[in-house]
């Protein structure tokens, strides 16, 4: 079974540290990008970050200096850190793949950064 599952949302204050983690299960992980998005209430889900099967990143101007995508593939695992964080940054987060004809995503966590 293909599968992501996230995990370390929570609630933060503002200018605090999250880390976020995707463990994958079902497929060939190490060959495929791996990718973070967000979806705040009222807004359309956005790409936050995204990183190679060779470890090239990109990131969302907003986030860049702040978040860190990266990956293990020896555990099968991808992870973003997220360093000063702040109010606008509340959203739930996916873990996301290309792997199959529509991708495959994970349930979300949510993050919330209070001010």
């Known amino acids: 079974q293909v599968q992501l599952v996230e995990s370390g949302g929570g609630l933060v204050q503002a200018g605090g540290s999250l880390e976020l983690s995707c463990v994958a299960s079902g497929f060939t992980f190490y060959i495929y990008a791996m990718n973070w998005y967000r979806q705040a209430p009222g807004k359309q889900r956005e790409l936050v970050a995204r990183i190679g099967s060779g470890g090239t990143t990109r990131y969302l101007d907003s986030v860049k200096g702040r978040f860190t995508i990266s990956r293990d593939n020896a555990k099968n695992t991808a992870y973003l850190q997220m360093n000063r964080l702040k109010p606008e940054d509340t959203a739930v987060y996916y873990c996301?793949?290309?792997?199959?004809?529509?991708?495959?995503w994970g349930q979300g966590t949510q993050v919330t950064v209070s001010s």
């Open positions: 996301n793949t290309e792997y199959g004809p529509r991708g495959v």
